[in-house]
């Protein structure tokens, strides 16, 4: 095991340099730098004063080393300044950091039991009816356009039965938790219904096999109810896949986070991204998306270890 | 492994294949003879037309007309004739990186074998839209494009074709490493390889056949999530830029009249969702015929949806 830590730690900690130093790359590569921006905002500069400034700024170094300066800076918790909010990057990351983790923290509170309930509904009657509508919503949640899943509850919600706001945020001078859970309904159901796809799929599944096991018969003929059969048998079996999948949707929670954002406005890290990279702040972009890339490696990490607890067939080493 | 010869056979069989190839054939065949046809009935999906704008469905325009007085039924196919061509662009390309990867990696053995499958899980595993976001930024003049190239609507399509084949090849890579490494394990593939066939022979001859089936099912599967993905690039402003249709820009200008013409944001989705779900059914079915024995016993094949909220490959 502790071989096996060290070794994933290794690579986990790799992929995130690399990823951290391709990132950094591509700044050099986004239209406008900072001193081009300078340069449109004043006009009386010359080109002999963007020599100096770049100089003074360390943009005439090699790429190399200019990492390596920012990578420095960074470990030490100093992230710079956002061009667009005229702010250090910390105070703006801290916010937009606790909007997304209610959102998606919420929405995953509701798909989690609901896909363990659906999908044990569906697992106890495969072939039914009611299986088959559950594999439908399943099969629409991989396919559907995420942006216009969420359009259409506007369109639905807002637009025509205007029973919940379109988007933002609450604002006013009391703020209750009626407002928050007003203002959360829509974008929690889009991503709710949208994570529920892989997780369903995957808890039928794992609930299918286990159900088959003799050790199922064995509780069901000694008289456990169905609920203490699946609760307490079968889940426990299918834990380890339902654990591995919830690390990998790490990734896909964040992409559909931010586009669930950018459509209700909520002041998340998604949409942050979003206006940084459009607002050509490449240093703000550059670490939040470098968070969200860590933030998910690190649960996929996380995730491998728990598999290797949680299931000993696979633990090597 | 010769799965080939009744694989047409039993995908007959299958009862959601055909209604889903028949949708996307239909589909193909209205984006390709649609906008001629429409013009030929004088709707225009191009010109803007301030004085007719958001027009609701009547005579001479079946579905009324968006926020600029364009024609938005042939607008739609318009639109359809971008996003599938880039879906299907940017699947073969993926495709075509994750088989060549796929073979490297399981001809070359370790160490360079596990380095490309440790790779191509990491890929898998990064927060797609986040990274696609900056690079969809990156200025193609600093890469050495010259201007007129660099604002094209060509440029637009190519840059999602790479961007989405870069992070959709590990799927493919997997399949096809996996298939590539049991063709090579069997008696008369060692026999070959032991009489002193090249490398590239034994690719051509014996394991690029066997894995005609894994790579179509990928392939179709990727289809759907291109076409999703570019959408969702679209949507943002990153990916098809206006005055260039798509169904996923479509929807960016649907989103600001919404209050006036929500029937505007219906169809450009509807059209994603119907081609995504044809994609992913048939890709199912093809699954299936080409393996019998997984669909019986089918447990985890988990989706591929990394634009939504999906994740294993």
């Known amino acids: 095991m502790g071989t096996y830590l060290l070794r994933r730690g290794l690579e986990t900690a790799t992929s995130i340099l690399v990823v951290a130093f391709l990132l950094f790359a591509l700044l050099d590569l986004m239209p406008g730098d900072p001193i081009d921006l300078m340069l449109a905002a004043d006009p009386r500069l010359t080109s002999a004063d963007a020599a100096r400034l770049r100089a003074l700024h360390g943009l005439d170094r090699p790429l190399v080393d200019r990492f390596l300066a920012w990578l420095g800076a960074a470990l030490a918790g100093e992230l710079g300044y956002s061009r667009l909010f005229a702010l250090p990057v910390t105070e703006i990351l801290l916010p937009r950091l606790l909007a997304t983790l209610a959102l998606v923290g919420t929405s995953l509170a509701i798909a989690l039991p609901l896909s363990v309930l659906l999908g044990a509904v569906a697992a106890l009657r495969p072939g039914t009816r009611l299986d088959r509508a559950i594999n439908l919503l399943a099969f629409l949640a991989f396919s559907v356009p995420s942006f216009w899943l969420a359009l259409i509850l506007i369109v639905v919600f807002a637009v025509l039965l205007g029973w919940l706001p379109a988007g933002g945020e609450p604002v006013g001078p009391v703020v209750g938790l009626a407002d928050w859970v007003r203002h959360l309904a829509l974008p929690v159901t889009t991503l709710t219904l949208l994570g529920l796809g892989p997780l369903l799929r995957f808890v039928r599944a794992g609930l299918l096999e286990a159900l088959r096991e003799p050790c199922i018969r064995m509780a069901r003929a000694k008289g456990a109810s169905t609920a203490r059969v699946v609760l307490r048998h079968a889940l426990p079996q299918a834990a380890p896949a339902l654990v591995t999948i919830l690390a990998l949707q790490t990734g896909g929670l964040l992409s559909g986070a931010l586009v669930v954002e950018t459509v209700f406005a909520w002041p998340g890290m998604g949409r942050l991204i979003l206006e940084a990279i459009q607002g050509n702040d490449y240093n703000l972009a550059l670490v939040a998306v470098l968070l969200g890339t860590v933030a998910t490696l690190l649960s996929n990490l996380a995730a491998d270890l728990a598999h290797a607890r949680l299931d000993p067939r696979i633990r090597p080493g | ?313």
């Not at chain 2, 589909?27 to 429409?38: D, F, Q, S």
């Not at chain 2, 604002?151 to 493919?172: C, K, M, N, Q, Y």
């Open chain 2, 1 to 313: 492994m010769r799965a080939a010869p009744t694989l047409g056979a039993r995908l007959a069989r299958t009862t959601s294949a055909r209604p889903a190839a028949l949708l996307l054939a239909a589909l193909a065949l209205a984006v390709t003879l649609g906008p001629p046809i429409g013009r030929g009935f004088g709707l225009d999906g191009e010109g803007i037309d301030l004085l007719h704008r958001l027009q609701p469905p009547g005579w001479g325009r079946p579905l009324g007309t968006d926020e600029l007085g364009r024609d938005l039924f042939v607008r739609l196919l318009e639109g359809g004739r971008v996003s599938l061509a880039v879906g299907l662009l940017g699947a073969l390309l993926a495709a075509l990186a994750g088989t060549l990867i796929g073979l490297l990696a399981a001809f070359a053995r370790a160490p360079l074998d596990g380095l490309l499958m440790r790779v191509a899980d990491i890929v898998l595993a990064l927060p797609l839209l986040p990274l696609l976001v900056v690079l969809a930024a990156v200025d193609p003049q600093e890469i050495g494009l010259d201007a007129e190239l660099a604002s094209s609507a060509v440029l637009d399509v190519a840059r999602i074709v790479v961007l989405v084949a870069a992070f959709g090849w590990p799927t493919t890579a997997r399949l096809v490493r996996a298939g590539a490494l049991a063709i090579l394990a069997a008696e008369h593939v060692r026999a070959a390889r032991a009489l002193g066939a090249a490398p590239l022979r034994v690719a051509l001859r014996h394991v690029l056949p066997g894995l005609a089936a894994p790579i179509t099912v990928a392939t179709t599967l990727a289809l759907g999530q291109v076409i999703l993905g570019e959408s969702v690039l679209s949507f943002l402003g990153l990916g098809i830029r206006p005055p260039t249709p798509s169904w996923g820009n479509m929807l960016t200008n649907a989103q600001e009249t919404l209050w006036q013409a929500p029937l505007l944001a219906l169809w450009p989705g509807l059209l994603i969702l119907a081609t995504v779900t044809a994609c992913n059914l048939l890709g199912d079915a093809l699954a299936d015929a080409a393996d019998p024995r997984a669909a019986a016993g089918r447990t985890a094949r988990g989706g591929p949806s990394r634009w939504n909220c999906g994740g294993a490959g």
